[in-house]
């Protein structure tokens, strides 16, 4: 195929890159030239998707079987791309997000569930959150653009060259050592998608002129929250030992779930269905799900060869104070009571 990727040059626009050579494709990308780092073998295209003047130059004489569109977040924003690509390509691959669904995470979540309302011509001014906002993206590209419409919505995606660095976040801390604050049950069965799993089949969808959408999040239950930490320790050899706590005893402490302590997901009815999206009409369509031990593998491979810093996490808004980790441990365990699981 003859692809355009609009990114391509960070994580799972990386992997589409790389995976999309690999597979004899030809791929353009386009792109700022602020972050990541082009992949070596596509012709990159620099410009920005919300300049019509970049957009115009993109197309002028060039030609695509699709597109995979890794980078809309406004709704008027995805809306200028498709319209500008309709006539120079056969078919738009947009990545939205689980977030889209309306449901979600309180309920489990398919193909069929709604999505939140939102016009496809929302801007920046709007103050929508980023949820909804992929939801207006998603009716952006579709009707915006003359060809075929393909909607992937990921889970919670991780592996090398992770974006918001949760597992990054993870490794970082268990390497560091010593009593690792762990929350809730490490029993809770997780759910998460590997990058390179996403573009394989988000490649091999297109290759077969496939539309529609698929939820792809993973395999239900692929880990828990336990087997993910220990995955952890075995990979970096670090002598960390997790100590579990209490969902309710960090709540009571102010620890923000989901960031603080990246992808804790306490009980409770708001976060019901967050790892329950169904990925059954994309594990049937060929979407084939890696371990997540090789993904927590080649993820820690991945921050060791580029000496990604556990400093990165914060930027990205994960992660708990050090001294804030130290006092609710250690609170914990002088209640005695609880002890160390
Ligand atoms: N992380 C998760 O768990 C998760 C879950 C569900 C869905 N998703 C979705 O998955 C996607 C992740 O995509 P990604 O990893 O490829 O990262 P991304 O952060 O969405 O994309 C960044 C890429 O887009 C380019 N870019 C940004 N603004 C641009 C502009 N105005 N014009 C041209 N290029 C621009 C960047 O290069 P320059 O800065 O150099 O321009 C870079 O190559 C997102 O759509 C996200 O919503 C993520």
């Not at 998603?138 to 090398?160: C, M, S, W």
């Not at 060869?305 to 996490?313: C, L, P, Y």
Request: with cysteine.
């Amino acid at each position: 195929m003859r692809l355009l990727v609009i990114g391509g040059s960070v994580f799972l626009g990386h992997a589409f890159v790389t995976r999309a050579l690999r597979r004899g494709d030809r791929v353009t990308t386009f792109n700022r030239g602020r972050s990541g780092t082009d992949v070596p073998g596509a012709e990159v295209v620099r410009g920005d998707r919300e300049n019509d003047d970049d957009l115009r130059r993109l197309v002028e004489g060039r030609r695509w079987d699709a597109v995979i569109d890794t980078c809309g977040y406004v709704p008027r924003v995805a809306g200028r791309s498709a319209r500008a690509l309709s006539g120079h390509a056969d078919a738009y691959l947009f990545v939205s997000s689980v977030h889209a669904y309306a449901d979600w995470p309180e309920r489990r979540v398919d193909e069929s569930s709604a999505l939140h309302p939102c016009p496809p011509d929302a801007g920046p001014d709007d103050d929508v959150p980023y949820n909804t906002l992929k939801a207006g993206c998603e009716r952006a590209v579709e009707t915006g653009f003359d060809g075929r419409v393909l909607i992937l919505n990921p889970g919670l995606i991780t592996g090398p060259r992770e974006q918001v660095p949760r597992l990054t976040w993870w490794l970082n801390r268990i390497a560091s050592g010593g009593p690792v604050l762990a929350p809730g049950d490490p029993g809770r069965a997780m759910q998460l998608v590997d990058a390179r799993d996403i573009a394989e089949f988000g490649l091999a969808r297109l290759a077969a002129g496939a539309t529609g959408r698929f939820l792809v999040s993973g395999v239900p239950g692929n880990t828990t929250f336990g087997a993910l930490l220990d995955d952890c320790v075995r990979v970096t050899g670090s002598a960390a030992v997790p100590t579990w706590v209490d969902d309710a005893f960090l709540l009571e402490r102010g620890v923000a779930e989901w960031t603080e302590l990246p992808m804790w997901a306490p009980g409770g009815p708001t976060m019901a269905g967050v790892w329950l999206p169904s990925s059954d009409q994309a594990l049937r369509a060929g979407l084939r799900c890696r371990p997540v031990a090789d993904t927590v593998q080649d993820t820690w491979a991945w921050i060791r060869d580029e000496n990604v810093a556990a400093g990165r996490a914060a930027e990205g808004g994960q992660g708990i104070d050090p001294e804030k980790e130290r006092r609710i441990l250690a609170a914990w365990t002088e209640g005695g009571s609880h002890g160390a699981r």
